[in-house]
């Protein structure tokens, strides 16, 4: 199961941080995190979720979901909505909304009227809402700028405080192809995760590194001390942590 996961990320608790950004170094897969808080969420009762779609399609995490011990489907159109883009540009080709840029408004506008407007329609009759983003990096693959990226997620940092009881989770692919941007947006939340590869390279026991960050009201890092590093490894039921002491590798 996922448990050991989110209790190492601090993200185990029914009440979350406002804004929370996982940083996917290149070449590591921090997909499960998705997978994992989504899972988490669906099981505490009367908490809305709003999953939107832009690295992988919702059947993925309807498959990642039943691997991990639950059920998308049952939860789907009740306490659980879904932005899929991936799905509709593949439906709808070129005739997507995703793929056509209306007069004044740029992708991650239209992205964020229509994340507003499913969390209006569906924040009141909740006791929670958390928004998850799976991957901001297909933005830049469709078109949009790093401004216009950086843009919709303060705007999303925003809708978070707007609200009590409201989490915005966003990772970002490729973290250190897209640094600055990455620190921008880490910067706008509470808790940073680091995705990252092993210095020591390929471990059969290990797929990689999480650093757990916390940030302060000022934009800054938490102190060494503060900062907790874990080891994982994704089995295909499960997701397993460690200390590095545990298994001897060297991080």
Same mark, same amino acid.
């Given at each position: 199961?996922?448990?050991?996961?989110?209790?190492?990320?601090?993200?185990?608790?029914?009440?979350?941080?406002?804004?929370?950004?996982?940083?996917?170094?290149?070449?590591?897969?921090?997909? !499960?995190?998705?997978?994992?808080?989504?899972? %988490?969420?669906?099981?505490?009762?009367? +908490?809305?979720?709003?999953?939107?779609?832009?690295?992988?399609?919702?059947?993925?995490? !309807?498959? +990642?979901?039943?691997?991990?011990?639950?059920?998308?489907?049952?939860?789907? #159109? *009740?306490?659980?909505?879904?932005?899929?883009?991936?799905?509709?540009?593949?439906? $709808?080709?070129?005739?997507?909304?995703?793929?056509?840029?209306?007069?004044?408004?740029?992708?991650?506008?239209?992205?964020?009227?229509?994340?507003? +407007? %499913?969390? $209006?329609s569906n924040y009141a009759s909740r006791?929670?809402?958390? @928004?998850?983003?799976?991957?901001?990096?297909?933005?830049?693959?469709? #078109?949009?700028? *790093?401004?216009?990226?950086?843009? !919709?997620?303060?705007?999303?940092?925003?809708?978070?405080?707007?609200?009590?009881?409201?989490?915005?989770?966003?990772?970002?692919?490729?973290?250190?192809?897209? %640094?600055?941007?990455?620190?921008? /947006?880490?910067?706008? #939340? %509470? /808790?940073?995760?680091?995705?990252?590869?092993?210095?020591?390279?390929?471990?059969?026991? &290990?797929?990689?590194?999480?650093?757990? $960050?916390? /940030?302060?009201?000022? #934009?800054?890092?938490?102190?060494?001390?503060?900062?907790?590093? &874990?080891?994982?490894? &994704?089995?295909?039921?499960?997701?397993? @942590? !460690?200390?590095?002491? $545990?298994?001897?590798?060297? /991080?």
């Amino acid at each position: 199961m996922a448990t050991s996961v989110l209790l190492a990320c601090g993200l185990n608790e029914q009440k979350l941080p406002g804004f929370v950004h996982i940083s996917e170094e290149s070449n590591v897969d921090g997909s !499960f995190l998705i997978s994992c808080i989504l899972g %988490q969420r669906l099981r505490i009762s009367n +908490a809305g979720t709003l999953l939107v779609c832009l690295q992988h399609h919702y059947q993925h995490y !309807f498959n +990642a979901g039943m691997r991990l011990g639950y059920n998308t489907n049952i939860f789907q #159109g *009740k306490t659980l909505g879904v932005i899929d883009v991936l799905s509709d540009m593949a439906g $709808e080709g070129l005739a997507s909304k995703w793929l056509r840029q209306s007069e004044g408004q740029t992708l991650t506008d239209q992205l964020v009227e229509d994340i507003r +407007a %499913q969390v $209006e329609s569906n924040y009141a009759s909740r006791n929670s809402y958390t @928004v998850l983003i799976d991957n901001l990096s297909i933005l830049f693959n469709l #078109g949009a700028s *790093k401004l216009q990226v950086q843009q !919709f997620c303060q705007d999303l940092a925003a809708l978070a405080k707007e609200r009590d009881n409201l989490t915005v989770i966003t990772k970002l692919s490729n973290s250190d192809i897209y %640094q600055l941007t990455d620190n921008n /947006v880490a910067k706008l #939340g %509470q /808790v940073r995760i680091q995705v990252l590869r092993l210095k020591s390279g390929v471990f059969r026991e &290990v797929d990689g590194k999480l650093l757990i $960050e916390r /940030v302060l009201d000022e #934009g800054n890092y938490a102190c060494e001390e503060t900062r907790k590093e &874990v080891l994982y490894k &994704v089995n295909d039921r499960n997701v397993k @942590v !460690f200390t590095p002491g $545990e298994i001897g590798v060297k /991080v």
